[in-house]
């Protein structure tokens, strides 16, 4: 099948092109935009009580104040507010109401802090478009706004809140996908001077793919249109370091084998049509992989999640369908020329270091395999300290941002859940009014809860079915502690309800309780089902049931050494409270899948050798020569790439920046070379079983595209043959 796709992409490169170029224009000009959602409790399903608690309390209380917007004021001298302050807050607060600025429905002044020192104006917003554009929009405006009405007094006035972060994340996300492009674009281009030492061929990747990216956002937003999916900025910035990282690799490893078949002598059309034959499967096996990974996210319960599995396979599957068709229809029309100015393609090159690794997995396979598989296993350590943070806006944003000033200012001037406060919804069962005799005894039950430091009923719904209940929690909403306490309300809130009445817990807390239950439903699905059929795929590549078995424990040990490593860097060396409870879950599919990209190459590689009839020691050190350089190239450049997020500037792309390159530096330059080569190497012929993958072969009659036969030449030392190159295939 590759070698017919490569014939006719070869035979007809401008058509191919020219197709491409068709699609661009075509997808790009008619895909849907997309605006992006930040609110939190959009990514959870209707079946959890905090989503329940809200849907309710917009039937119940339609009117009820709910601050998306949060003024906080203090003196710039930071003393304690004078009657005169107190008149400019109450003078601000009836102004910016005046202005009627779209989306916002009142602006009320809030409560001074105990100090005296700080004072408020709350701002509610259209309940329906939370986490919307929109809501940013008006709180650019009412941030410009407020701040214009405090020139000539002694305040000064920051916005903070969900609208106000919503704003400054948006503002956040589009600094950290330049920073991320230009540093993807400048990795990439450097390290392939460097490899290749010729300017068209380091300009080449970032220009296809580039095409490629433009038609897979396009496709990405049919399909998010298409199945209603939440669509959310940071996937913008991971799709940028996939696209560009995933798809240097796929070229790598087709450039490689083009510049091995030249060598070999054969004409250049041949080479290419050769190169997309002998590696067109191992680059689809390892696309698959990570397709089938990221489609596992279809699973999860949590909205972002579900959205981002489908919109990273589109992207990799158009990599990959360019990898075979467009890189080799541009590059065969090209020529050699693509090399220019280097000459170094024309000679076989010696590879001495890797030469010499290869040696020494052949030579002992079992310390290699358990001093390799020990460095992980310590690493692995780590996860034992793993714990989650769920606070998605502090961590989309750096902590200079205003939004999060005020938020870590609140904290500090006013109750640490004030600003966020729980609801606790009593409703009747049966349709008639509550009884409003034992909303006190309620309330003092709330109170007493541990970790709530007030609980009182604020507002029953006009038919009288409905009471809220306001419990403020001694804690910040998206810490530990405040989960643990909204755990507790929830239980004295349903066991303690009256009889004849139900009741549901809803706030910021309740939601990030219910997103860390939605996570570990995760855990216990996607993780299961994505290493299952990342196995099914590696069956069907190796034709064994053996190797799909220990080439999932090496990489289910490569995550569980990055997870350690991140929670030593940054829960212990950092100080971090915890990980982004979303990361375990995004650092498996991306460890998980290209990790097995490396592992199918080398293990492609090593089965090619054992196929010339060599021994699985000898083979085993031979694909270490052979393929390591692919390995540690592409493995460079994907993990340099993914590095770049950690030039976003918030703790969300940088844990995810630092898990995702330190995995993949451990899947290529631990995994891939040395764990997986000795194991093999020490399973021998039984890691192929019941197949024959590794059997000699005869080599076909007329092959004309350089392959090898299938051993030695007879009367011809197995060592010399051992050591005359092969080809620098992956």
Do not use: C
């Not at 990795?187 to 793919?209: E, G, H, N, S, Y």
């Amino acid at each position: 099948m590759f070698r017919s796709i490569g014939n006719a992409v070869v035979r007809h490169p401008v058509w191919t092109i020219v197709a491409w170029l068709i699609a661009a224009v075509a997808i790009v000009a008619t895909a849907p935009s997309l605006p992006s959602n930040s609110d939190e409790s959009s990514f959870l399903p209707k079946s959890y009580e905090s989503i329940k608690a809200a849907d309710l309390q917009q039937k119940a209380f339609p009117s009820a104040f709910t601050p998306s917007a949060i003024a906080l004021y203090q003196r710039t001298d930071g003393a304690k507010m004078t009657a005169a302050d107190k008149q400019d807050i109450a003078r601000i607060t009836t102004e910016l109401g005046k202005k009627h600025i779209d989306q916002v429905q009142k602006v009320v002044p809030g409560p001074p802090s105990k100090d005296g020192r700080y004072g408020l104006t709350l701002v509610q917003m259209d309940s329906k478009n939370a986490g919307q554009p929109k809501q940013a929009d008006a709180a650019k405006v009412l941030r410009d706004d407020i701040k214009q009405l405090a020139k000539g007094t002694h305040l000064e006035v920051k916005l903070g809140g969900s609208a106000a972060q919503a704003l400054d994340q948006q503002d956040s996300s589009k600094r950290g996908q330049a920073l991320i492009g230009i540093g993807t674009f400048a990795i990439i281009l450097v390290t392939l001077l460097i490899i290749f030492r010729a300017p068209i061929l380091a300009v080449l990747p970032l220009i296809l793919i580039g095409l490629v990216s433009a038609i897979a956002n396009g496709l990405i937003s049919y399909a998010t249109k298409l199945f209603d999916l939440q669509a959310n900025s940071s996937i913008s910035s991971i799709l940028i370091v996939v696209l560009f990282g995933v798809g240097t690799d796929y070229f790598l490893f087709l450039m490689f084998r083009y510049r091995e078949r030249l060598r070999a002598g054969d004409e250049p059309k041949q080479a290419m049509i050769n190169a997309v034959d002998r590696v067109g499967e191992a680059i689809a096996s390892a696309a698959g992989a990570v397709i089938i990974a990221f489609l596992a996210l279809v699973l999860s319960t949590l909205g972002f999640l579900k959205q981002m599995g489908p919109a990273l396979a589109i992207a990799v599957g158009a990599t990959l369908i360019a990898g075979l068709t467009l890189i080799p229809a541009v590059v065969s029309l090209i020529g050699p020329k693509v090399f220019w100015p280097s000459k170094s393609w024309q000679r076989e090159p010696d590879n001495a270091r890797f030469a010499a690794l290869g040696r020494g997995v052949r030579r002992r396979p079992a310390l290699t395999a358990v001093a390799s598989g020990l460095v992980l296993v310590v690493l692995s350590l780590g996860m034992l300290g793993y714990k989650a943070t769920f606070d998605l806006a502090s961590g989309s944003m750096p902590k200079t941002k205003e939004s999060m000033v005020v938020q870590d200012e609140m904290q500090k001037a006013y109750s640490a859940g004030a600003a966020a406060p729980t609801d606790v919804y009593l409703s009747s069962t049966d349709g008639k009014p509550l009884d409003k005799a034992a909303f006190d005894a309620y309330a003092k039950k709330l109170g007493a809860v541990d970790g709530v430091a007030d609980a009182r009923m604020t507002q029953v719904a006009k038919d009288g079915t409905t009471a809220d209940f306001t419990v403020t929690l001694k804690y910040e909403a998206s810490t530990d502690k405040a989960i643990e306490a909204v755990g507790k309300v929830r239980d004295v809130a349903h066991s303690g309800a009256p009889d004849g009445t139900e009741a549901l817990v809803g706030g910021m807390s309740s939601i990030y309780k219910d997103i860390n239950a939605a996570v570990n439903h995760d855990y216990r699905t996607v993780f299961p089902v994505a290493a299952v059929l990342i196995m099914i795929i590696l069956g069907l590549l190796l034709r064994s049931v053996v190797a799909p078995w220990y080439l999932m424990a090496s990489v289910g040990l490569g995550f569980g050494a990055t997870l350690g490593a991140t929670v030593w860097i940054f829960q212990g060396g950092q100080g971090h409270s915890g990980l982004m409870f979303m990361l375990p879950v995004i650092m498996y599919l991306f460890v998980v899948a290209i990790g097995t990209d490396y592992n199918i190459l080398m293990i492609a590689r090593l089965r090619e050798e054992a196929r010339e009839g060599r021994e699985p020691r000898e083979a085993a050190g031979l694909a270490l020569r052979h393929a390591g350089p692919t390995v540690a190239a592409a493995g460079f450049i994907l993990a340099a790439t993914f590095a770049t997020m950690m030039l976003a500037g918030n703790s969300l792309l940088t844990e995810m920046g630092f898990a995702v390159s330190f995995g993949i530096v451990v899947a290529a330059f631990v995994m891939a070379m040395f764990f997986t080569p000795s194991l093999t190497a020490l399973i021998g012929h039984a890691a192929w079983w019941p197949g024959h993958g590794d059997r000699a072969h005869e080599p076909a009659l007329g092959g004309g595209d350089g392959s090898h036969g299938s051993g030695p030449v007879p009367g011809q030392d197995r060592d010399t043959v051992a050591s005359e190159p092969s080809g620098h295939r992956e």
